[in-house]
């Protein structure tokens, strides 16, 4: 009997314990900070092979040279910088005190690795910019450790503008644990210095982020978010009416009208930046009628860029005739002109009084994030007065680069952004006649003006000189078109009003401010 209540004892002990241990999870798991889950259009994070791993937008990484929320230059994981007068030689002092997510220290041992890193690995597309070392440090000889939190490039020719193109992607910096150096991919997940890390990812369907708690400036404010891919706008609509998701980011979000609906709900938040992202059509000047400059002029006075933005848009944006997006500091403003009667005149003064039928091309990832299918609509009626009869075909986004370059195509409509603050490698590449990307969209744009312009600014050092150069390039743009800019974007941050902190920027939203409402502080 004694044994039997010894057991029975015993049995209650056990019991008890479980009791407590279970009382305890629910109380854990009731005081526990919900995830915040978000959603973008596309995959934010590409993984292993992508030369970031994952899109500055998900604050994972940081860069040298940063770019603040309304797009200056700043000092991020350099404190400063300075140069010797040739701009040859460039000194880095780096942050002290800052931590990988790995543990390791961010020094110039580190700054080394990223650059060997670089240098080695080649040209590696991605989804947001690709990466060269040769456009952001041309003519780069050596790199080398000063002191321990000193670093010193060395170039063989002066690179005025050296800090303007490590701005952001330029300049990112990984632990060297994370990467193969020579390969440049990433062994694993990537481990940066920033106020989020990644902890899990599945490739075009979600990541989930947490707070780096050994960051060394502000922490984040939530603890844990996940980013959903949710690819089409109507979808990740549905998904904030439902709480499936409380916000979205990155390009294209929700349409602006989508975005107008949802404030009208009153659940809702909506507040925007200017962005870098600039709408325009590609113009096919190798084949009739564009090679006509006389067409290109025409196009650019007959298309109503206020009424695109004003009624597709909801007014969130800026129309220009301006390629370079007037986030970057040495773009200029010109507003744009419509004058029918002068666009008519050209046109008849090539067509003779015949109608022309053209194909204007949509790729379908713009068409997934933008209202370029009414867009186009609206365009093919203003074009269809000047006697173009215009064709519009939606393609897949290889389909219609390949179908662009073969000189398949006469208008086309996307988005360009700005890889870093230096506009020289993106004039370069649309408007010198030896440009890649005049070529690969068969502009067959060739302007003597503008290529003697790219051989002056070889030669010159002087930032005011240079921003001249760029002035005049610009000028002769406008003059003498050879693209047909539209509008600039406006970057709208939508979420549920249950977040806080959730604010627009020139790139992404404050990722690092939001959280549940009520729950700002870190714990």
């Given at each position: 009997?004694?044994?039997?209540?010894?057991?029975?004892?015993?049995?209650?002990?056990v019991?008890?314990?479980?009791?407590?241990?279970?009382?305890?999870?629910?109380?854990?798991?009731?005081?526990?900070?919900?995830?915040?889950?978000?959603?973008a259009?596309?995959?934010?994070a590409?993984?292993?092979?992508?030369?970031?791993?994952?899109?500055?937008?998900?604050?994972t990484?940081?860069?040298?040279?940063?770019?603040?929320?309304?797009?200056?230059?700043?000092?991020?994981?350099?404190?400063?910088?300075?140069?010797?007068?040739?701009?040859?030689?460039?000194i880095?002092?780096?942050?002290?005190?800052?931590?990988?997510?790995?543990g390791?220290?961010?020094?110039?041992?580190?700054?080394?690795?990223?650059?060997?890193?670089?240098?080695?690995?080649?040209?590696?597309?991605?989804?947001?910019?690709?990466y060269?070392?040769?456009?952001?440090?041309?003519?780069?000889?050596?790199?080398?450790?000063?002191?321990?939190?000193?670093?010193?490039?060395?170039?063989?020719?002066?690179?005025?503008?050296?800090?303007?193109?490590?701005?952001?992607?330029?300049?990112?910096?990984?632990?060297?644990?994370?990467?193969?150096?020579?390969?440049?991919?990433?062994?694993?997940?990537?481990?940066?210095?920033?106020?989020?890390?990644?902890?899990?990812?599945?490739?075009?369907?979600?990541?989930?982020?947490?707070r780096?708690?050994?960051?060394?400036?502000?922490?984040?404010?939530?603890?844990?978010?996940?980013?959903?891919?949710?690819?089409?706008p109507?979808?990740?609509?549905?998904?904030?009416?439902?709480?499936?998701?409380?916000?979205?980011?990155?390009?294209?979000?929700?349409?602006?009208?989508m975005a107008?609906?949802?404030?009208?709900?009153?659940?809702?938040?909506?507040?925007?930046?200017?962005?870098?992202?600039?709408?325009?059509?590609?113009?096919?000047?190798?084949?009739?009628?564009?090679?006509?400059?006389?067409?290109?002029?025409?196009?650019?006075?007959?298309?109503?860029?206020?009424?695109?933005?004003?009624?597709?848009?909801?007014?969130?944006?800026t129309?220009?005739?301006?390629?370079?997006?007037?986030?970057?500091?040495?773009?200029?403003?010109?507003?744009?002109?419509?004058?029918?009667?002068?666009a008519k005149?050209?046109?008849?003064?090539?067509?003779?009084?015949?109608r022309?039928?053209?194909?204007?091309?949509?790729?379908?990832?713009?068409?997934?994030?933008?209202?370029?299918?009414?867009?186009?609509?609206?365009?093919?009626?203003?074009?269809?007065?000047?006697?173009?009869?215009?064709?519009?075909?939606?393609?897949?986004g290889?389909?219609a680069?390949?179908?662009?370059?073969?000189?398949?195509?006469?208008?086309?409509?996307?988005?360009?952004?700005?890889?870093?603050?230096?506009?020289?490698?993106?004039?370069?590449?649309?408007?010198?006649?030896?440009?890649?990307?005049?070529?690969?969209?068969?502009?067959?744009?060739?302007?003597?003006?503008?290529?003697?312009?790219?051989?002056?600014?070889?030669?010159?050092?002087?930032?005011?000189?240079?921003?001249?150069?760029?002035?005049?390039?610009?000028?002769?743009?406008?003059?003498?078109?050879?693209?047909?800019?539209?509008?600039?974007?406006?970057?709208?941050?939508?979420?549920?009003?249950?977040?806080s902190?959730?604010?627009?920027?020139?790139?992404?939203?404050?990722?690092?401010?939001?959280?549940?409402?009520?729950?700002?502080?870190?714990?």
């Amino acid at each position: 009997m004694k044994r039997l209540i010894n057991r029975m004892y015993l049995l209650l002990c056990v019991l008890l314990c479980i009791g407590f241990i279970l009382s305890g999870c629910g109380n854990q798991q009731s005081t526990e900070e919900p995830e915040i889950v978000l959603a973008a259009a596309r995959d934010l994070a590409p993984g292993n092979k992508a030369p970031y791993y994952s899109s500055v937008i998900l604050k994972t990484w940081e860069s040298l040279v940063g770019i603040s929320d309304d797009g200056k230059i700043k000092p991020m994981l350099a404190e400063s910088w300075e140069s010797n007068e040739s701009k040859t030689e460039w000194i880095f002092h780096l942050k002290k005190g800052v931590k990988f997510h790995d543990g390791s220290d961010f020094n110039a041992e580190a700054v080394l690795a990223n650059f060997y890193r670089i240098t080695h690995m080649g040209y590696k597309p991605s989804t947001f910019y690709g990466y060269q070392v040769s456009r952001i440090y041309p003519g780069l000889i050596k790199y080398e450790a000063d002191d321990a939190y000193t670093v010193h490039l060395y170039f063989e020719k002066p690179v005025p503008m050296l800090i303007y193109r490590m701005a952001g992607w330029g300049s990112c910096m990984f632990s060297p644990s994370s990467f193969d150096k020579e390969s440049g991919d990433f062994i694993d997940i990537a481990k940066g210095t920033g106020p989020f890390k990644i902890v899990e990812r599945k490739a075009d369907n979600y990541t989930v982020l947490e707070r780096f708690d050994e960051y060394y400036g502000e922490k984040a404010k939530a603890k844990r978010i996940r980013v959903r891919v949710i690819t089409s706008p109507e979808a990740r609509y549905s998904a904030l009416k439902s709480e499936e998701i409380f916000g979205v980011l990155d390009l294209g979000g929700v349409t602006p009208i989508m975005a107008e609906d949802l404030m009208r709900d009153g659940r809702f938040q909506v507040n925007s930046a200017k962005s870098t992202i600039s709408h325009y059509l590609s113009v096919n000047g190798t084949r009739y009628p564009f090679t006509d400059e006389r067409m290109r002029m025409a196009l650019n006075l007959v298309i109503d860029r206020e009424q695109i933005v004003r009624h597709y848009f909801r007014g969130y944006g800026t129309p220009t005739r301006n390629f370079l997006n007037s986030t970057d500091p040495f773009s200029k403003v010109y507003p744009p002109e419509k004058n029918l009667e002068e666009a008519k005149k050209l046109v008849d003064e090539v067509l003779q009084g015949k109608r022309q039928k053209i194909v204007f091309l949509i790729p379908q990832y713009g068409a997934a994030r933008y209202p370029y299918k009414v867009i186009s609509e609206f365009i093919q009626a203003e074009l269809k007065v000047l006697g173009l009869d215009t064709e519009i075909v939606l393609m897949d986004g290889m389909t219609a680069r390949k179908a662009m370059a073969m000189g398949n195509y006469d208008l086309s409509i996307g988005t360009r952004g700005l890889g870093n603050l230096d506009p020289t490698s993106l004039l370069y590449e649309f408007f010198d006649t030896k440009g890649p990307t005049n070529k690969a969209s068969s502009f067959g744009y060739s302007n003597p003006q503008i290529d003697a312009d790219f051989e002056k600014l070889v030669g010159t050092y002087n930032i005011e000189d240079r921003a001249q150069i760029y002035t005049d390039i610009l000028n002769q743009l406008v003059e003498h078109p050879a693209v047909v800019p539209l509008f600039e974007d406006q970057n709208l941050a939508v979420s549920n009003k249950k977040l806080s902190g959730y604010d627009a920027v020139v790139y992404g939203i404050t990722l690092d401010k939001v959280s549940w409402v009520g729950e700002g502080d870190v714990k």
